[in-house]
């Protein structure tokens, strides 16, 4: 039988409970596959810092690293909102993410058909929206020096840098290259040309890749416009490629799409260990009211079965479930809709659960 070691890192505010779901369902596909997999559970974000003094503890870098794969929660609240920035929540997820080598993230944006009421946007405008992010994950202002805040001249300066070697931009566009090769062959890198510099080199460098590619369609558009594109005509994208920052901000814009953040899966990969985790964060609003939408991190779940173990079937089961159970009605309070039942977390992942048994039966 074989075997995948996992590594579940639940996090903070909503993390635990939607990830007890994700764990519920990967139990039933492997009772019914025939895999197993071994979950090693352990802190990061706030929930280390209050055991540990630290966002992310060595062991737990380590067993990561050893790993098949990791599924993770989400990190922050406002309770470690006073701490130095060493020692936020945010740091233990950067901190894995870079000690891990990824350094690609992909956020797919696919709307479900019973869902596209739930979405604030018009029915025809999101109907069949089928895009992918592909989001550089390890560069940017997110880990530019110089950075911090420092006095000078008598005030305060707050610094970050915006950086990118063309060795970064060339991975990942690359990743994006391929993965649009498998897709409708489409490609559009976001940029920021007219105004930095940066990004200047980033449409350079994507260019120059794109001769390797000749049989995917390149093209490039800046971000602002990209934001307003989202929403004017979501259908003309296939494949996006941007920078950390500008691919934080529109796939949370994307995930709107969808009728909630509370949908979104992601995956990050690099050269080993892939990482899982849904794209929202962990909610502190809603903790612990058992509320919370799970799917997003059951998505992710079923990610990690296709990218990780090979068990692209198995993956397309929890997919099919999760449209199956939406197309019976049930909701989440985050995608409600008028007519729908409106369940909470455990049985939003019951549901799930008993779908992919039945399924697989
Ligand atoms: C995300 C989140 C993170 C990010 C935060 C929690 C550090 O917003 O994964 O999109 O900015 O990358
Ligand atoms: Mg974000």
């Not at 901000?249 to 995930?255: F, G, N, R």
């Amino acid at each position: 039988m074989k075997k995948y070691h996992i590594a579940v890192l639940p996090g903070d505010g909503i993390g635990p409970e939607i990830m007890d779901e994700a764990k519920k369902v990967l139990g039933v596909v492997a009772k019914r596959a025939d895999v197993q997999f071994e979950m090693e559970e352990g802190l990061i974000g706030g929930s280390a810092y209050d055991r540990y003094g630290t966002p992310l503890p060595e062991a737990v870098m380590k067993m990561a690293a050893a790993s098949d794969a990791v599924l993770l929660g989400a990190v922050g609240g406002p309770k470690w909102e006073p701490l130095d920035y060493s020692l936020r929540p945010e740091r233990g997820l950067l901190g894995l993410r870079s000690g891990l080598g990824l350094y690609a993230n992909l956020r797919p944006v696919v709307v479900f058909e019973d869902l596209i009421d739930a979405s604030p946007l018009k029915p025809e405008v999101i109907r069949g929206i089928d895009l992918l992010i592909v989001r550089e994950l390890l560069g940017d202002a997110y880990f530019g020096k110089p950075r911090g805040v420092r006095v000078e001249n008598g005030q305060r300066i707050g610094i970050n840098t915006m950086v990118y070697t063309e060795a970064e931009i060339r991975r990942i566009v690359k990743t994006a290259f391929e993965l649009a090769r498998g897709r409708r062959k489409k490609l559009l890198s976001v940029d920021k040309a007219n105004v930095l510099e940066v990004t200047e080199l980033w449409r350079d460098v994507a260019t120059e890749t794109g001769r390797d590619y000749p049989d995917v369609e390149l093209q490039h558009m800046y971000v602002d416009n990209c934001a307003m594109q989202l929403i004017r005509n979501p259908g003309q994208f296939d494949v996006i490629v941007t920078t950390n920052m500008f691919g934080d901000i529109l796939s949370d814009e994307a995930s709107m799409l969808t009728g909630s953040l509370g949908m979104l899966p992601s995956a990050s990969r690099g050269e080993k260990t892939a990482m899982y985790e849904p794209s929202h964060g962990s909610a502190p609003d809603i903790a612990g009211k058992g509320i919370a939408n799970p799917l997003a991190t059951i998505l992710s779940a079923a990610m990690m079965l296709r990218h990780s173990f090979g068990l692209p079937e198995e993956a397309s089961v929890v997919e099919n479930a999760v449209r199956m159970v939406l197309k019976a009605g049930f909701r989440t309070v985050d995608i409600r809709q008028e007519g729908a039942t409106i369940v909470g977390t455990k049985a939003m992942g019951d549901l799930v659960a008993e779908k992919v048994g039945a399924l697989m039966a």
